[in-house]
């Protein structure tokens, strides 16, 4: 029988969480842990496990965390295990081989937390140690991971998909003095017109490609939300996606003929010899799609300039995200492991996260700091990411969201790349009957209606 995690994770009236929540700036506390109990600890000192996934920038983040807990704590010693993905941590938490006392989950695997019973709800711990915070934390980062009436793990970061481009070869100022349409201000977004024309400006050189979108549903997703559509068919426990429905297919009549189009977008062909990512960094490529990570990346080419765009809108304003949150494991350590949470999450820690460069952080104040939006450096207009986190939408939780990727990209890859000319309503069809084999397993695909023939005379 299918698991639906969607059930299960009903959210959280936000606003009872927000009402709860205040400023984080006061919230460590100078206060010591409680003593520890004989149990587990070490020299007369609790020891507790941090576990965490990230790039080595990320992780140096958290080294620096752990090293500030340790140099005020009296009774309670923390140490850092990583892993450099959330796919490789996961799996030893789920084999048994790791159990940190707090540990980072991506929001794809909450649902596997929560079923494993591996974390401890949030909302009276933090309750008892007087940590209120709400207007310093995106509703959206909130209920990212509110479940089963409870806060399941603490936000950390929450990167919105925006769009990379190269201010060399999409010069909005240049499209001005052109005619063309273009934004009249980074942070408060762009039409699909004024994207089609970046698009088309970035590809006047005959080597040079406007624009390349991925074809994978997550990159495909803002654009379907924008045009008022769903990818799947029910927000809370979809059987079936949802791209053949009528506001998507009005939406692909808008995207498909710039991403079909040979002289804006790279071709399968060119796919093969590279990715979008060495296209964008060679300086041949005017627009990508991405999260923050790419940042750090992108700072490191040389001659690359670039900036960030929101999403485009074909109706409103929308887009998809990575978010991650702190959670706590349950054992005899709750209590000293909840109190170090509290330091992880204080506005001095979060701004070692945010210095990274890589990270969107979910503490609202911190994100509109100049640790997170480190002037001087690309991208210029790195509030464009705290703006976006307003529009992102949460997608429902599957179980298996790779398995997902993995039916229907043969499909998407028809959609976008083929050759020649493409039956949208037929493909999308088969797209969302692609994925009942891992949304819906018991479905049973009806039988053909049989026809009527007449055999042949003898």
Not at 19 to 24: F, G, Q, V, Y
Not at 67 to 93: F, G, H
Not at 132 to 155: H, K, N, R, V
Not at 166 to 183: C, K, Q
Request: include cysteine; charge should be negative.
């Amino acid at each position: 029988m299918r698991r639906r995690w969607s059930r299960r994770l009903a959210l959280v009236p936000v606003l009872v969480l927000l009402a709860l929540l205040a400023t984080l700036a006061s919230a460590c506390q100078d206060e010591s842990p409680p003593q520890p109990t004989p149990s587990g600890s070490t020299g007369g000192k609790v020891v507790l496990t941090l576990g965490v996934f990230g790039s080595p920038a990320v992780v140096a983040a958290y080294q620096s965390m752990v090293d500030s807990y340790n140099a005020k704590a009296m009774s309670v010693q923390a140490r850092l295990v990583s892993w450099s993905s959330s796919d490789e941590m996961t799996a030893d938490l789920d084999s048994g081989a790791a159990t940190p006392d707090v540990f980072l989950v991506a929001r794809g695997d909450l649902a596997g937390v929560i079923e494993g019973e591996r974390n401890v709800p949030l909302f009276d711990l933090l309750a008892e140690r007087n940590i209120s915070y709400g207007d310093d934390y995106a509703q959206t980062a909130i209920e990212a991971f509110s479940a089963d009436d409870d806060l399941q793990c603490m936000p950390s970061a929450i990167s919105p998909m925006v769009l990379y481009y190269n201010t060399d070869l999409v010069d909005f100022d240049t499209m001005r003095e052109r005619g063309l349409p273009a934004p009249a201000d980074e942070l408060e977004g762009w039409t699909f017109d004024e994207f089609s024309a970046a698009a088309t400006f970035a590809s006047r050189r005959k080597d040079d490609r406007g624009v390349s979108i991925s074809p994978t549903l997550t990159s495909l997703a803002p654009f379907l939300l924008s045009g008022g559509g769903s990818l799947y068919d029910d927000s809370t426990d979809p059987t079936s996606l949802a791209l053949s429905s009528s506001d998507n297919l009005d939406t692909f009549g808008t995207l498909l003929p710039l991403l079909r189009d040979a002289s804006v977008t790279l071709s399968q062909e060119q796919l093969d010899e590279a990715t979008p990512l060495d296209y964008f960094e060679q300086g041949r490529l005017g627009m990508i799609e991405g999260f923050r990570d790419l940042v750090p990346e992108l700072r490191e080419v040389d001659g690359l300039n670039f900036d960030v765009m929101p999403m485009p809108t074909i109706g409103g304003a929308a887009t998809v995200g990575e978010v991650s949150g702190l959670c706590i494991s349950p054992g005899e350590h709750e209590q000293q492991a909840a109190d170090f949470l509290v330091h992880l999450i204080s506005d001095e820690s979060t701004q070692a996260l945010a210095e990274s460069g890589e990270v969107v952080p979910a503490n609202l104040s911190v994100a509109r700091s100049d640790a997170f939006l480190q002037p001087g450096q690309m991208p210029e207009h790195a509030g464009v990411f705290n703006a976006s986190v307003d529009q992102l939408v949460l997608l429902p939780l599957v179980d298996d969201a790779t398995a997902l990727d993995d039916a229907v990209e043969p499909l998407l890859s028809e959609l976008l790349l083929s050759p020649g000319v493409v039956d949208t309503t037929t493909v999308t069809g088969e797209i969302d009957e692609a994925s009942r084999s891992v949304l819906d397993p018991d479905y049973t695909p009806s039988p053909e209606p049989e026809t009527d023939s007449e055999s042949p005379s003898s």
